[in-house]
C-alpha cells in the first residue's frame, strides 16, 4: 500500500465516513490473563466514546512506509487451510460474529505476544464502498463497482494513570486524584486485506509497529506466516556495510558527500510519488558509480551485495538517506552541516596532515559568543 492508498482508508475513521460494522476487543493482563472482553456494533457505541477509537484506528496507520507501516506478502503455505492468512480470510468473513474465531484469535495473538504489561486487543470489521473516480481523479460516489471488506487490529498498552491532586468541583476542594487504567495509543497492529490499486488484495496485510526498530517477529511470524524485512536501522546498517566492503580504501570524503547529494536529489525528484522510493541491486550499483566508484572496486559489488542484502533486497531510500543532516564524525569530533552546504567541507592537507576545513564568514558564535572570523597576529 501507498501514501494515498493508506490515507483513503485512514478518512473511514471520522464520523462522516465511518464504515465500520463491529468492534470487538479482549483486555489482557500481564500475565497473559483474558480479564474481559467486549462485541458491539460500532455505531450502537456513545459518540465520545466513537471518537477514541477512531483516533487509535487512525494511529494504527500512521506513520513512515518501510519503517512503521511494513506491507507483507503472503507465502503460499500460509494460504493453505490452517495457514495465517487462510485464518484472518475467515474472521474477516465472519464480520466478527463468530465467538469461537474471535477466541482463537486473541489466543492466538496471547500467545505469541511478548509484552509483559496489560493490553487491549481490538479488532474491527468494515465495508468501504469504494467510490469510483473520473478521468480528473474526481470521486464519483454513485459509480462503486467494489466493497473492500476489511479488518483492523490494534494492540494497545493499557497504564495506570499518574498519581496526583485533582480539583472535586462538588466539594470545592483539592483531593487525592483516582488513578485509572488508561488505553494508550496501539503498540502494534494490522490491516487485512491490503488496500491495493484502490481495491482488495487478499495476498497481502499492512502491518503497524510503533517502534520501527523492534517489529516482534515471531509474534508476526506465527500469526501470519510472513517473514519480516529489515528494520530501517538494518537497511541503512546493510548499506553502510555494503559501501565500505565494495569502496575499500577508495571510500573518501568526495565520493561519500556525492551519494549523500544523489540521494538527497532523488528523494526531491519523487517527494510527490505516493509509493516509497526504493533501489535494487541494478539501483544501489548506477548510485555508486555516478557518485565516482572506482570502476575496479564495483567488479565485487555483485557479490558483496548478494552476501550483505540478498540478491532479491531492495533498500528504501528513506531508510538509509538522512536528509536533514550532514554529518562528519571522528574519535573525538562530530560536525553537523546543514546538506545544502556540505560543499562548505573540504579535506586538505595541512602541515603535512589531512585535515577537514570549514570555510566560515563573519557570521561566527563560539558558546553563544560572537567572534571574528580571524586571528589577530600577537606579537611574543
Known sequence: MNKKEISEIKKQFTPDNCAITRICG??????????TELTD????LPEEERFKY??????TLSGTIGKNLLNMDFPTDSEMPGGGQHFLLKLRTSHLEDPNLLEEFYDKIIETYDYGENYLILLIHALYDIPGKSSDNLEMFDASDEV?????????????????LSYDTAENCFRNRTRDWLVEMPDRGFLFPAFHDRGTDIHSFLYYSKNGEDLHESFVEALSGCTMPMTAGDQKETFHMLIEETLGETCDYTLVKNIHEQLTAMIEEKKDDPEPL???????????EASGADSEKMEAF?????????????????????????????????????????????????????CLVIGIDDNVTVNGISVTATEKNQEA
Open 54 to 59: 477512531f483516533e487509535i484506528f487512525r494511529k
Open 26 to 35: 479482549c483486555y489482557v493482563d500481564g500475565e497473559k490473563t483474558k480479564k
Open 278 to 288: 526504493a533501489l535494487d541491486k541494478y539501483q544501489v550499483r548506477t548510485l555508486l
Open 41 to 44: 456494533a460500532f455505531l450502537s
Open 148 to 164: 473492500y471488506d476489511f479488518i483492523l487490529c490494534s494492540i494497545c498498552p493499557v497504564k495506570l494513570s499518574k498519581a496526583g
Open 302 to 354: 555483485d557479490y558483496n551485495f548478494d552476501e550483505t542484502a540478498g540478491s532479491k533486497a531492495s533498500l528504501l531510500v528513506s531508510n538509509v538517506a538522512n536528509t536533514r543532516k550532514f554529518e562528519i564524525k571522528t574519535p573525538v569530533i562530530t560536525i553537523q552541516v546543514d546538506p545544502d552546504c556540505a560543499d562548505l567541507v573540504e579535506t586538505k592537507i595541512v602541515d603535512g596532515r589531512r
